[in-house]
Nanobody, 114 residues
Framework: QVQLVESGGGLVQPGGSLRLSCAAS??????MGWYRQAPGKERELVAS???????LYANSVKGRFTISRDNAKNTVALQMNSLKPEDTAVYYC??????????WGQGTQVTVSS
């Protein structure tokens, strides 16, 4: 059974930092990433990373967020720096298995506010 367990969300002031983590189990994952969904908006890609290390970032987070992955542990982390109020959203971990199935975590709230 595939499980994705996220941690690390919370409340932070503008300019602050947070680190999100996601631990995946139950399959081999060829890609992992983070999406977010703000109230009234569609879910959007934040960053993704393939098993080989290739990364992709949304333009809005380039230079501020860094995604990393530990293939041996099937974990993916998102280091978020210089956070802005517009980064406020529920952040979801997503994993793509070697059989092309998609899996989502339960989501973790990130709120950037003074």
């Amino acid at each position: 059974q595939v499980q994705l367990v996220e941690s690390g969300g919370g409340l932070v002031q503008p300019g602050g930092s947070l680190r999100l983590s996601c631990a995946a189990s139950g399959s081999i994952f060829i890609a992992m990433g983070w999406y977010r969904q703000a109230p009234g908006k569609e879910r959007e890609l934040v960053a993704s990373i393939r098993a080989g290390g290739t990364t992709l970032y949304a333009n809005s987070v380039k230079g501020r967020f860094t995604i990393s992955r530990d293939n041996a542990k099937n974990t993916v982390a998102l280091q978020m720096n210089s956070l802005k109020p517009e980064d406020t959203a529920v952040y979801y971990c997503r994993a793509v298995s070697d059989t092309a199935n998609l899996y989502w975590g339960q989501g973790t709230q990130v709120t950037v506010s003074s």
